[in-house]
């Protein structure tokens, strides 16, 4: 049995943040919606979006946990959830290869698409610095990310461990020690931030007539 722990807390607090788009730079909202049509409605566009992420992600955990419980496997999270548990989990299924390969080109497509949201915010401004194309600052900064990230990581430094001063952590390399800050840490803290500086800046005004809202 998974019970709830000190660690549970700001990984369950982080996914939130992540899944549906705000944190670090607001990065999915801010970078789609700067090429959004101005007859998008932002309210509508919201609550849909929290209502279906979570609708999406509770029937997912309801699905997958069960078959990984059922087939004795370990249900840790990260990258050993998905490129190791599933994978075997999957495979003791009825078609099971064809379940696996429908999971992971699912699971591409929405890296892709978080991936397009986040590099975006650099590619856009490096473009204006440099002067550059935009093929070519997207391959440039793609390769970039692909080497510092699991390329290094889970070669010549897979055994530094940056967070082995904290309980819990000590057993991290260095790419879970950058999604567990990342997710966990700035996530949430920049959300907040974000939302401060929004509610401190944006007049109710500006943030009725943002939302199509019509005041009594």
Do not use: H
Not at 71 to 91: C, E, H, K, Q, V
């Amino acid at each position: 049995m998974v019970g709830l722990t000190a660690r549970a807390a700001p990984e369950a607090l982080g996914l939130r943040f992540f899944s549906i788009g705000v944190g670090i730079g607001v990065m999915i909202m801010i970078t789609y919606a700067a090429y959004a049509d101005s007859s998008l409605n932002l309210g509508t566009a919201a609550v849909g979006t929290i209502a279906g992420d979570t609708v999406i992600s509770s029937l997912a955990g309801l699905a997958i946990f069960p078959l990984v419980f059922a087939a004795g496997l370990d249900p840790a999270s990260g990258a050993n959830l998905m490129f190791l548990t599933l994978p075997i989990a999957f495979g003791q299924l009825p078609f099971g290869d064809w379940v696996v390969l429908a999971f992971f080109a699912l699971l591409f497509v929405a890296a892709l698409a978080s991936a397009i949201s986040l590099l975006e915010l650099l590619v856009s401004r490096l473009m204006l610095i440099a002067g550059s194309t935009r093929g070519k600052t997207a391959a440039v900064l793609g390769i970039c990310c692909w080497v510092l990230g699991p390329v290094l990581s889970f070669n010549l430094w897979q055994d530094i461990r940056p967070l082995a001063f904290l309980v819990g952590y000590r057993d991290f390399g260095n790419f879970g020690s950058i999604d567990v800050f990342v997710s966990n840490l700035l996530l949430p803290i920049c959300g907040l931030l974000v939302a401060g500086f929004a509610a401190w800046c944006l007049g109710l005004s500006d943030l009725v007539a943002e939302l199509d809202w019509q005041r009594g």
